[in-house]
C-alpha cells in the first residue's frame, strides 16, 4: 500500500524557515517524480514545486521561486521542502504528492494527508 | 503562466449528468488530469491523460478534451459524487504544473 506522510508543519513568524518532510513507502521511491502541493484555508490547490526521479530536475511555481527548495534522499524514500523567508500567504495545509511517472506530464496518483504551515506576522 | 478556467459552482440533481469544464487556450494540445476532493480529505485522481480512468474510478467518470475546453463528465449522478473537482495541465515550456481554481459539485 502506497503511504506518503508529511512531518514538520507548524506556526512560525513571517520571515523564518520550516522544513518539510514526507516520508514515502509501498512503492519504488526513485522510479518517480515527486511533488509538493498546497492548499490555502477554504481555496483552492496550488502546485509548489516538483522533483524528478533522481532530483536532476527541479520545479518551481513563481510565487515560491527563490524562497523554496526541493529536494529528495532516495536511499530514505523521502522527500523534502526547505522553506525559507516565509510569508503570511504561504499559510497552507501542504501535501506530499507522487506522480505516476518518472518526469514530465504524468499525473498525480497519490496524495498524503498533509501537514499545515500556518505563518504569522 | 497558464490560466485554467472552471465554473465556481454547479448543481445538479440525483441521477442526470455532470458536466464540469476546464476552459484554457489550446487546451486541447495539453494532458488534463481530474481530481476529486471532498470535505476533510486529499484530493484523489479521477481522470488522467485527458480520458483515461484509473482503477477503482467508476465508468460513470469520463473525460474528454478538444479546441479549448477540457470536460469532466459524471453520469447518473450519485450523492457520494457531491466534491470539489479541479483540473490540471502540465505546461511543457515552464514545466510547472497549474490547477483550475475548482469547481463545487452539489447534489441536490
Known amino acids: 500500500e502506497v503511504q506518503l506522510v508529511e512531518s514538520g508543519g507548524d506556526l512560525v513568524q513571517s520571515g523564518r524557515s520550516l522544513r518539510l518532510s514526507c516520508a514515502a513507502s509501498g512503492f519504488t521511491f526513485d522510479d518517480y517524480a515527486m511533488h509538493w502541493v498546497r492548499q490555502a484555508p477554504g481555496k483552492g490547490l496550488e502546485w509548489v514545486s516538483g522533483?524528478?526521479?533522481?532530483?536532476?530536475?527541479?520545479d518551481y511555481a513563481d510565487s515560491v521561486k527563490g524562497r523554496f527548495t526541493i529536494s529528495r534522499d532516495n536511499a530514505k524514500s523521502s522527500l523534502y521542502l526547505q522553506m525559507n523567508s516565509l510569508r503570511t500567504e504561504d499559510t497552507a495545509l501542504y501535501y506530499c504528492?507522487?506522480?505516476?511517472?518518472?518526469?514530465?506530464?504524468?499525473?498525480?496518483?497519490?496524495w498524503g494527508r498533509g501537514t499545515l504551515v500556518t505563518v504569522s506576522s | 503562466s497558464y490560466v485554467l478556467t472552471q465554473p465556481p459552482s454547479l448543481s445538479v440533481a440525483p441521477g442526470e449528468t455532470a458536466m464540469i469544464t476546464c476552459g484554457g487556450d489550446k487546451i486541447g494540445g495539453k494532458s488534463v488530469h481530474w481530481y476529486q476532493q471532498k470535505p476533510g480529505q486529499a484530493p484523489v485522481m479521477v481522470i488522467y491523460?485527458?480520458?483515461d480512468r484509473p482503477s477503482g474510478i467508476p465508468v460513470r467518470f469520463s473525460g474528454s478534451n478538444s479546441g479549448n475546453t477540457a470536460t469532466l463528465t459524471i453520469s447518473r449522478v450519485e450523492a457520494g459524487d457531491e466534491a470539489d473537482y479541479y483540473c490540471?495541465?502540465?505546461?511543457?515550456?515552464?514545466?510547472?504544473?497549474?490547477f483550475g481554481g475548482g469547481t463545487k459539485l452539489t447534489v441536490l
Open positions: 490540471q495541465v502540465w505546461e511543457s515550456s515552464s514545466h510547472h504544473r497549474g
Open positions: 491523460y485527458d480520458s
Open positions: 522533483i524528478n526521479w533522481n532530483g536532476g530536475a527541479l
Open positions: 504528492v507522487k506522480q505516476f511517472t518518472a518526469a514530465g506530464r504524468g499525473a498525480f496518483d497519490y
